[in-house]
């Protein structure tokens, strides 16, 4: 691809444009910035999750938009000890910003976590072959992740940093939804040549997200309850930013810091198992929750495509810049060290087509602390 046509397709998409409104939400937490040190209180190994998510598990008898998803994360300082791991760019990425230099007489503490997994997109209409200009293409993305989550007690503020990198358009993601849906007995999707990249493009993105407690309230029957506020920017496959708010009731025993929705992309990215560990261990945690963004998207890969020729892309214009997400689910502890999180989300639409659609699906987490 010539240059001129490299930099007309960059252009086009807003990353580079768009990158200032990411950059400015890292300013604004510069203040409160944070360090890739201080983990000495860290276990080396505090734990386990996998996280499956499906459009079924919403209801709604639609196989369309986020159609599913798995991600296996592994924490404790070991995230940081890895062979294979994006963490030396999510340092360098910090140290870039500046976000690394504030905290050397700050008392914090880190934890990490390593996530390894998938998310799918697909149209409405999964037994077409040929493409439909009037929705969503077919996209895929298998990726690393590698996450910080720096917590100020004193000033009752976490930051979380991950950098994701990955491959769009791997042919595998037709293997799986076609073997997930012969399993159930479900429609087989026939138009995966259509993906994004098709073939396969590495991508990568750096996040950033902030929360704050807004409210906690511990009552007499041992029930309390959080209200949390959250602030986030990405730049990369997906860039934008976001604000929102996470909420929960009911017998918790983890730190307010460890609950965070909020952090999602479609998928969850950054869930640190070290953050879930229990404050009491002879209390079983046992709460619902719910929350909401308020998003500007200024790019996304999974809709427009990035340098690599796409059959079926989908033009900026009918990209919807400004969207909201809600969520809620329930977590439960079902021994000392395992618990169970189930969850519904939905997000208005992410393109303006004929046939587009708002998005739903719903997912189940395992998690294991150690």
Do not use: C
């Not at 909020?262 to 719910?290: P, T």
């Not at 909401?292 to 079926?312: D, E, I, K, L």
Request: aromatic residues 10%.
């Amino acid at each position: 691809m010539a240059v001129r046509d490299l930099n007309r397709r960059v252009s086009k998409n807003g990353v580079l444009a768009n990158a200032v409104a990411v950059l400015l939400l890292s300013l604004a937490l510069q203040s409160e910035a944070v360090a890739d040190h201080n983990t000495t209180n860290e276990p080396y190994n505090s734990g386990w999750s996998l996280q499956v998510d499906n459009d079924l598990f919403a209801a709604t008898n639609e196989d369309q938009n986020y159609t599913g998803g798995f991600a296996v994360t592994l924490s404790g300082r070991r995230a940081l000890e890895y062979a294979l791991t994006p963490e030396k760019l999510r340092s360098a990425a910090g140290s870039w910003l500046g976000l690394n230099s504030y905290l050397q007489n700050q008392p914090h503490h880190s934890v990490h976590a390593l996530e390894w997994g998938a998310a799918l997109f697909t149209p409405s209409d999964i037994s077409r072959r040929t493409l439909n200009p009037e929705d969503r293409p077919y996209a895929s993305l298998f990726f690393l992740n590698s996450t910080e989550q720096v917590i100020l007690p004193a000033k009752k503020m976490s930051v979380k940093s991950s950098f994701t990198v990955g491959l769009l358009g791997f042919d595998l993601a037709e293997t799986l939804q076609r073997s997930f849906h012969g399993a159930i007995g479900s429609e087989k999707p026939e138009g995966w040549r259509h993906q994004i990249s098709s073939g396969g493009e590495l991508t990568a993105k750096y996040g950033l997200s902030m929360q704050r407690a807004l409210y906690q309230q511990a009552y007499a029957s041992g029930l309390a309850q959080e209200l949390n506020w959250t602030a986030k920017g990405d730049l990369g496959f997906t860039t934008g930013i976001g604000v929102g708010v996470n909420w929960r009731f009911g017998r918790i025993n983890t730190p307010w810091w460890s609950f965070n929705p909020h952090q999602s992309d479609y998928f969850n990215l950054g869930a640190n198992v070290a953050s879930g560990q229990a404050l009491d261990s002879r209390i079983k945690e046992r709460y619902v929750y719910a929350g909401s963004t308020f998003n500007y998207t200024a790019y996304n890969a999974f809709t427009q495509g990035q340098f690599r020729s796409s059959a079926h892309t989908v033009d900026s214009s009918d990209v919807v810049k400004a969207s909201a997400e809600v969520w809620g689910g329930f977590t439960t502890d079902i021994s000392e060290n395992i618990r169970i999180d189930v969850f519904v989300r939905a997000r208005t639409k992410d393109v303006d087509l004929q046939e587009s659609r708002e998005l739903a699906w719903g997912g189940l987490t395992i998690s294991r602390r150690l």
